[in-house]
């Protein structure tokens, strides 16, 4: 069935509570990216999140709270380390997988016996979450494997006839996901890196980290989100590292060129002029790590609108928020990465 998604300003606040309340699902900002909310605690509201979106049921969610206090009752411990960081991090875009209780309901969880938490740092979705008194499960609000969402006209551009309303609060700040932390087991694991920086996990307490796709592949995944596709615009993304990047690059895009194909690279600001018959997707100042965070989903997005056929992204150094922009790089790309 069409909706007419409807577009409410932060002064529509109460608007936007209310379709909670009434059991619906609402796209709100946050410091990371949009969410796509619905009452945790209510199963159908949850199922609705997982049919606008096109997303597998064995995805789980993450659950918003207004404050940290709120994780009693969902969770049966907070591991003393655990509660290190939240005191440290909370709000802001940590999310603690911790084991949860049964007033979590299973298809929030994709029926684990854990659930993921974390409070935002955005003012609009604090006051959501603060209105409507319950807990929002919420995932990115973007159709299932596309780049998340970063502002309204993301949201609308996916979401647009499929949910009630987009509670628009302008760009998000960090740009990217949260990172996902496994406090069930010893040490804690880093499932997924995000804003909050493994470097700075560590200052604190011991993290394990083994990247994706470095090891033998006999392990199932520990995050179920990961096993899927994620952040693909229509163009062929090819993540290009190393010194000889440009280079290899420009070869590659011949054959497209010469096609009259469209062909874009996705580079710092500084090195465009290496590249002055493609189209470029500016990254921002080299070396502004923050900046491109805050772009990338935007810059994903517009390779689409501009309608390429192959992007080339110059890979950056996995140091500190490094280590998130290229985990979401390599899943754009889908194992297409050349090491020059
Ligand atoms: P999204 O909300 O779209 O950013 O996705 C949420 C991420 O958190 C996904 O990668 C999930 O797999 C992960 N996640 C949520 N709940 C759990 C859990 N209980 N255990 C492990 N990972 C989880
Ligand atoms: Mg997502």
């Given at each position: 069935?069409?909706?007419?998604?409807?577009?409410?300003?932060?002064?529509?606040?109460?608007?936007?509570?209310?379709?909670?309340?009434?059991?619906?699902?609402?796209?709100?900002?946050?410091?990371?990216?949009?969410?796509?909310?619905?009452?945790?605690?209510?199963?159908?509201?949850?199922?609705?999140?997982?049919?606008?979106?096109?997303?597998?049921?064995?995805?789980?969610?993450?659950?918003?709270?207004?404050?940290?206090?709120?994780?009693?009752?969902?969770?049966?411990?907070?591991?003393?380390?655990?509660?290190?960081?939240?005191?440290?991090?909370?709000?802001?875009?940590?999310?603690?997988?911790?084991?949860?209780?049964?007033?979590?309901?299973?298809?929030?969880?994709?029926?684990?016996?854990?659930?993921?938490?974390?409070?935002?740092?955005?003012?609009?979705?604090?006051?959501?979450?603060?209105?409507?008194?319950?807990?929002?499960?919420?995932?990115?609000?973007?159709?299932?494997?596309?780049?998340?969402?970063?502002?309204?006209?993301?949201?609308?551009?996916?979401?647009?006839?499929?949910?009630?309303?987009?509670?628009?609060?302008?760009?998000?700040?960090?740009?990217?996901?949260?990172?996902?932390?496994?406090?069930?087991?010893?040490?804690?694991?880093?499932?997924?890196?995000?804003?909050?920086?493994?470097?700075?996990?560590?200052?604190?307490?011991?993290?394990?980290?083994?990247?994706?796709?470095?090891?033998?592949?006999?392990?199932?995944?520990?995050?179920?989100?990961?096993?899927?596709?994620?952040?693909?615009?229509?163009?062929?993304?090819?993540?290009?590292?190393?010194?000889?990047?440009?280079?290899?690059?420009?070869?590659?895009?011949?054959?497209?060129?010469?096609?009259?194909?469209?062909?874009?690279?996705?580079?710092?600001?500084?090195?465009?002029?290496?590249?002055?018959?493609?189209?470029?997707?500016?990254?921002?100042p080299e070396g502004n790590f923050a900046a491109l965070a805050h772009n990338l989903f935007h810059l994903l997005r517009q390779a689409d609108i501009l309608g390429l056929k192959v992007l080339f992204i110059e890979g950056v150094s996995e140091d500190n928020l490094g280590l998130a922009i290229m985990n979401r790089l390599r899943k754009a790309a889908d194992q297409r990465?050349?090491?020059?």
């Open positions: 069935m069409e909706l007419k998604t409807r577009h409410l300003t932060p002064e529509e606040i109460d608007e936007a509570a209310q379709i909670l309340r009434e059991g619906m699902v609402v796209a709100f900002p946050t410091e990371t990216v949009y969410g796509l909310g619905a009452n945790a605690l209510d199963p159908e509201a949850v199922k609705s999140i997982f049919r606008a979106k096109g997303r597998p049921q064995d995805n789980p969610l993450i659950i918003h709270l207004a404050i940290a206090q709120q994780v009693e009752g969902f969770v049966q411990e907070v591991p003393p380390q655990a509660l290190l960081l939240m005191e440290r991090f909370w709000p802001g875009p940590l999310t603690l997988v911790l084991k949860k209780t049964e007033q979590v309901p299973d298809i929030v969880t994709a029926g684990l016996d854990t659930v993921a938490v974390r409070v935002p740092d955005h003012p609009v979705a604090l006051e959501l979450l603060r209105l409507t008194g319950f807990p929002l499960a919420a995932p990115s609000a973007n159709r299932s494997g596309r780049p998340s969402p970063t502002r309204a006209e993301h949201v609308l551009a996916d979401l647009g006839g499929l949910i009630p309303a987009v509670l628009d609060g302008g760009e998000t700040g960090w740009g990217l996901e949260s990172t996902v932390l496994d406090c069930t087991v010893t040490p804690f694991r880093l499932l997924r890196p995000g804003g909050v920086t493994l470097e700075e996990l560590r200052d604190l307490v011991p993290v394990l980290y083994q990247a994706e796709g470095d090891g033998t592949g006999t392990e199932a995944p520990r995050s179920p989100g990961m096993k899927y596709q994620h952040y693909a615009p229509e163009a062929k993304v090819y993540l290009v590292t190393g010194d000889g990047a440009a280079t290899k690059i420009k070869e590659l895009s011949e054959p497209y060129r010469k096609r009259g194909e469209g062909v874009g690279v996705m580079t710092w600001d500084e090195r465009a002029e290496l590249y002055p018959s493609l189209t470029v997707l500016p990254m921002g990465e050349i090491k020059m």
